[in-house]
């Protein structure tokens, strides 16, 4: 299995990160700033690294440069843990086109894995899986949503909203978070309208599964809940 090293000074982020590899298999060393990173690259070999841009003691931009001075020949790939404003400033990371990637915080441990499968060249298909709740099931793999009544193919939209939802029952889901994490916008930009018009949809063909249930609530001026 490949060595990672990940280079990280925010302590939950980085053990997350360790223990989930770790325990997939991974070898993993970790460093809690870049200069500790840089250091234990002298005497080891490692398929990829993932650097927390948060560090604080070496820019993104200074830690691959000098890691691609110092060893041009390794060429091993980064994974860089961004914070969400990161995420859409261009240029604020070095990114090699199809060598490099960028995570945006916070993020799921196996969507960690996700990101670094590629960069391994150890990309494969996800197991299927499942959601289940409030007399509904949710195929992930299919977009496919299951109910007594009948079974039905979401959008992609509509599976990222309800997938988004059945992830977190009975926690109320604000438009605007709808907006950031299922559409990609920028933190408070974007129309309500887009949330309310797919919510829209998706409930009528929940409707279509499991009849009288209203399994997608909205809470007037504060967002959307998922009843189990």
């Excluded at 990280?8 to 993993?28: R, T």
């Excluded at 927390?52 to 691609?68: E, I, K, P, Q, Y």
């Excluded at 949503?145 to 909203?161: D, H, M, Q, V, W």
């Excluded at 916008?185 to 919510?199: E, L, M, N, Q, Y």
Aim: charged share 20%; net charge positive; with cysteine.
């Amino acid at each position: 299995m490949a060595t990672v090293l990940i280079v990280s000074s925010d302590s939950p982020v980085g053990q997350s990160a360790s223990q989930h590899l770790a325990a997939k298999g991974y070898d993993v060393v970790a460093a809690t700033s870049a200069t500790e990173g840089l250091r234990a690259l002298h005497g080891l070999e490692v398929d990829a690294v993932v650097f927390d841009t948060g560090v604080g003691d070496m820019s993104a931009a200074g830690f691959s440069g000098w890691l691609r001075r110092q060893s041009p020949d390794r060429n091993m790939p980064l994974l860089f843990l961004v914070s969400p404003a990161q995420r859409w400033l261009p240029g604020s990371v070095p990114l090699r086109i199809g060598r490099d990637a960028l995570l945006s915080k916070p993020f799921r441990p196996e969507e960690l894995e996700e990101a670094l499968q590629p960069l391994l060249g150890t990309a494969t298909a996800p197991a299927p899986r499942t959601l289940s709740g409030g007399g509904l099931s949710l195929d992930c793999g299919l977009f496919a949503l299951a109910g007594k009544a009948g079974s039905i193919t979401l959008t992609p939209t509509e599976f990222r909203l309800l997938e988004y939802l059945m992830e977190r029952p009975g926690v109320v889901v604000s438009a605007d978070e709808f907006r950031e994490k299922v559409w990609g916008f920028f933190p408070h930009t974007g129309s309500r309208d887009i949330v309310r018009t797919h919510t829209r949809n998706l409930r009528a063909k929940i409707r279509h599964t499991t009849p009288g249930r209203e399994i997608v609530r909205t809470l007037p001026r504060r967002g959307y809940r998922f009843v189990v």
